[in-house]
């Protein structure tokens, strides 16, 4: 039973327009939620999280949104670059736990 | 930089040797960790060490164990090799601090097979 889901596999945007990568969960004691971004033949990088304090933060072209009453977030990449092509990964903890629980990724392409 | 450095990119192993997956980090972090990834399941959490000589069990612990004798070194163990763990193990370290607030920096991965 995935408790964070990410039901898009792949995402194919236009350069210069906004990607938007979706991300669901089912546990309410969740607090923080991360984004990675993965190339190939790489290990995952961190790109942004927010706390569920917050229903926003933002760092240059890229935003996640949280919307705790509905268990979503987003993340929002504006304007989308080839640079960008890759796999976006949703993480998300619970207050004090090292664990984190992942998605299962979508592919995003920029198109040129 | 961190650098979190995995020791084999790729390794093809037979069924019933026992594996060795070593990882080293350079930043002095506290936590280190071992995950699997697999098409379609994301990341999935084998093992991790908040402290040397320290471990915890992830989600998925079974046919594996852990050494941490070293801050900077943490080794994944296949005792004894089977086909079903052919996959990408993704070793991670951070900070310790208010649970996953750190983010977790990543090595590039080992893509083992097991024939």
């Known amino acids: 039973d995935q408790q964070v889901k990410q039901n898009s596999p792949s995402l194919s945007v236009q350069e210069g327009r906004i990607s938007i990568l979706n991300c669901d969960y089912t546990?309410?004691?969740?607090?923080?939620f991360l984004w990675y971004k993965k190339y190939p033949a790489e290990g995952p990088t961190f790109l942004i999280s927010?706390?569920?304090i917050k229903d926003k933060n933002e760092d240059g072209r890229f935003t996640v949104f949280l919307n705790k009453s509905a268990k979503h977030l987003s993340l929002h990449i504006v304007p989308s670059q080839p640079g960008d092509s890759a796999v976006y990964f949703c993480?998300?903890?619970?207050?004090?736990?090292?664990?984190?629980?992942w998605g299962a990724g979508t592919k995003l392409i920029i198109k040129p | 930089d961190v650098k979190v450095t995995q020791s084999s990119r790729y390794l093809v192993k037979r069924t019933g040797e026992k594996v060795f997956l070593e990882c080293v980090q350079d930043?002095?972090?506290?936590?280190m960790f071992w995950y699997r990834q697999d098409p379609g399941l994301g990341l999935r959490l084998i093992y991790f060490?908040?402290?040397?000589?320290?471990?915890e069990k992830g989600d998925i612990p079974e046919g594996y164990s852990v050494s941490r004798e070293k801050k900077e070194r943490f080794s994944l163990i296949l005792e004894s090799a089977s086909t079903n763990q052919t996959s990408m193990y993704l070793c991670?370290?951070?900070?310790?601090?208010?649970?996953?607030?750190?983010?977790?920096?990543f090595g590039d991965g080992t893509r083992l097979s097991i024939l």
């Open positions: 991670a370290s951070s900070f310790s601090g208010q649970g996953a607030n750190q983010p977790q920096h």
């Open positions: 930043m002095d972090h506290e936590n």
């Open positions: 060490s908040y402290d040397v000589k320290m471990k």
């Open positions: 546990n309410s004691m969740f607090d923080y």
């Open positions: 927010i706390s569920s």
């Open positions: 993480a998300a903890s619970e207050y004090s736990n090292y664990q984190l629980i």
